[in-house]
């Protein structure tokens, strides 16, 4: 085989590799505005304020006034839950605003809440570059509702 021979069945990997990396840039930026990123929500009557991190995680309960030592604890133990679930909600709905467009056209709650699963957005976020490699590869692109052959993502 003669190098030039070589040279054409070689596919031509810099598009993909640039889609790829433009993903990676992204993503980094995201993380970065996520780490950066908090949530603050307070209970009715400013009894207590929640604070999350960026991952919706617990990172302050402040009690502001004296006014819950009069609660009941079952009252209590409620506006606790009530307030931290309205704090997640709008953890979640910053990450969706940080993030943009929909990874895979896929809702960052559906994602967070587990209704959509991993490996299906993880490869309709991958599918820009595979259909480069394939097309340099002289295949024709996936059509990404066609999934037919196996991707290697354990579905399970």
Do not use: C
């Not at 790829?20 to 009557?45: G, M």
């Not at 709650?109 to 490699?133: C, F, I, R, T, Y």
């Not at 196996?150 to 579905?155: E, F, H, L, P, S």
Request: charged residues 30%; aromatic residues 6%; negative net charge.
């Amino acid at each position: 085989m003669t190098s030039e021979g070589f040279r054409r069945e070689m596919p031509d990997l810099s598009s993909a590799l640039e889609v790829f990396e433009e993903e990676q840039r992204k993503l980094a930026e995201f993380q970065r505005k996520l780490a950066e990123t908090t949530t603050v929500v307070d209970a009715p009557k400013k009894l207590f304020t929640v604070t999350l991190d960026g991952n919706g995680e617990l990172t302050e309960l402040k009690f502001n006034t004296t006014g819950y030592r009069s609660m009941p604890p079952a009252e209590l133990s409620a506006l606790i839950t009530e307030t931290l679930q309205k704090a997640r909600r709008q953890s979640l709905e910053t990450m969706q605003e940080l993030m943009g467009s929909p990874m895979g056209g896929t809702d960052f709650n559906d994602l967070a809440s587990g209704q959509a699963d991993l490996a299906d957005v993880l490869g309709k976020v991958m599918e820009p570059s595979l259909d480069l490699v394939r097309e340099a590869n002289g295949d024709s692109p996936s059509k990404s509702s066609d999934r037919t052959e196996d991707d290697g993502w354990d579905r399970t």
